[in-house]
């Protein structure tokens, strides 16, 4: 009997090593994390910038469903609890966690947890939120697993679209010398994460810098989120005390007040400092303008 | 049909379509009111954003216009007023009306408690309208629809 040839078979092994080689996790290394001294109080701050209550949940204890194109996104527990939330992890696999999507085990975490944002952020940072989450009341709670359509929910394809789409470079190409709109780049493209909800994705999922903050479908599916740029029709021509102001008190310059999604999130900023919300403001005067479209 | 029916028809007619036509309906007068509750939080905002001074007289006809708002508006969501003219209402209005009469005496609460304060600068103003205005933010969010 004549024997298949072999060379189809060998091709698909190479073709497998690529794809693992291309998609393998890239954590930080321990020599990687800074020298630092936590500061659980700065750790507070970083988290009502980033919001993470809005989504794991008052307490943490996670639970919340994220319906999208891709399927049912299930929010897990990030209370300091050591069997069911984050409460065992070193400071290294929650830096790795938020600023490179990558879990304690090696896997992916697929971007619905918005570290294409956070990769963006300081490491002391990161490591400050670890500090301050370690404050709060540990939540025993298992959460259901994602349930995701093929071909998403091949989680070590994540590492494809990592490839294309996370990077800690900057979106917007500010002045680094002006300091207010460079805190202001920080705090929107990256803890903050604005980006995620008010930029138009694309056919893959990621975020259409092109039209970075011009606004687009809701990503929950239903209704639309508004252009946020100096282009847009109705917010542009919002003064940066007219932002500070909306973001502190949660009422437009028309006295409308904010809705949707944005009313946690206005909420979770109304605890910064005015400075920091002025900073958000100097840098959505300062970025480029993105013509409206239908908002 | 005779003449005096087919005028009695267009007559019958033009009564059913009258409030749409003059702007009764009572969707139409509650967009309206909202709308001159809105009017009158701008000046109270410019005020606290320092955007103009302080003045105390504006200031108390703002409450003023908000507490004849607050006495009217629970009477501008009667049943089959649910939907229509692009009414922004929610059905909580009408499925949890204890609820929503709750939220509307809030408001009034609030609103009285501004004009008992008689603010006289700038401090005791945010202190009289940020309940007031922490009433509109939780109505809307309970009980309007978005239209992100």
Redesign the interface.
């Given at each position: 009997m004549r024997r298949a040839p072999a060379w189809p078979l060998l091709a698909l092994l190479v073709l497998a090593a690529v794809f693992v080689w291309l998609t393998r996790p890239q954590p930080l290394r321990p020599s990687d994390l800074p020298v630092h001294k936590p500061d659980p109080a700065n750790g507070e701050l970083v988290f009502h910038a980033g919001g993470c209550a809005s989504c794991h949940g008052e307490r943490l204890e996670g639970g919340l469903e994220l319906e999208t194109p891709y399927g049912t996104f299930r929010m897990p527990n990030i209370s300091p609890e050591a069997a069911t939330g984050i409460g065992g992890w070193s400071t290294l696999e929650f830096v790795n966690a938020v600023v490179r999507g990558v879990a304690p085990d090696g896997r992916h975490y697929y971007p619905a947890f918005p570290y294409p944002s956070y990769a963006r952020m300081a490491l002391r940072d990161a490591i400050d939120l670890k500090a301050y989450i370690d404050t709060l009341e540990p939540v025993v709670a298992s959460n259901g697993r994602h349930d995701l359509a093929f071909p998403w929910n091949i989680r070590r394809g994540v590492g494809l679209w990592k490839r294309r789409y996370v990077s800690p470079d900057p979106v917007f190409g500010t002045d680094a010398t002006d300091a207010v709109v460079e805190r202001g780049r920080y705090l929107v493209e990256g803890v903050g994460h604005c980006g995620e909800c008010h930029t138009p994705r694309d056919g893959f999922g990621g975020l259409d810098t092109s039209r970075w903050l011009g606004g687009g479908p809701?990503p929950e599916g239903e209704?639309?989120?508004?252009n946020i740029t100096p282009g847009a029709a109705e917010l542009g021509s919002w003064s940066k005390?007219?932002i500070v102001?909306y973001l502190q008190?949660?009422?437009t310059?028309?006295?409308?007040?904010?809705?949707?999604s944005m009313?946690e999130v206005q909420e979770n900023l109304s605890r910064l400092p005015a400075d920091e919300l002025a900073a958000i403001a100097a840098y959505l005067k300062a970025i480029s303008p993105v013509a409206a479209r239908g908002d | 049909m005779t003449r005096v029916t087919k005028l009695s028809v267009v007559s019958l007619l033009l009564i059913a379509a009258w409030p749409a036509l003059a702007g009764d309906s009572p969707q139409e007068q509650r967009h309206e009111l909202m709308e001159h509750v809105g009017d009158a939080a701008k000046p109270i905002g410019e005020m606290l954003k320092q955007e103009r001074a302080f003045d105390a007289g504006v200031a108390m006809a703002s409450f003023q216009t908000w507490a004849e708002a607050a006495a009217a508006f629970g009477d501008l969501f009667p049943a089959g007023s649910e939907t229509g003219y692009d009414t922004e209402a929610k059905a909580t209005i009408w499925s949890d009306r204890a609820g929503f009469d709750a939220a509307l005496a809030g408001f009034a609460e609030a609103v009285d408690a501004a004009i008992a304060a008689q603010p006289q600068d700038l401090e005791s103003l945010n202190a009289a309208a940020g309940p007031v205005f922490k009433q509109c933010k939780g109505c809307h969010e309970d009980y309007r629809v978005e239209d992100e």
């Open positions: 809701s209704g639309r989120v508004p005390r007219d102001y008190s949660g009422f310059p028309d006295f409308d007040t904010v809705g949707g009313v | -």
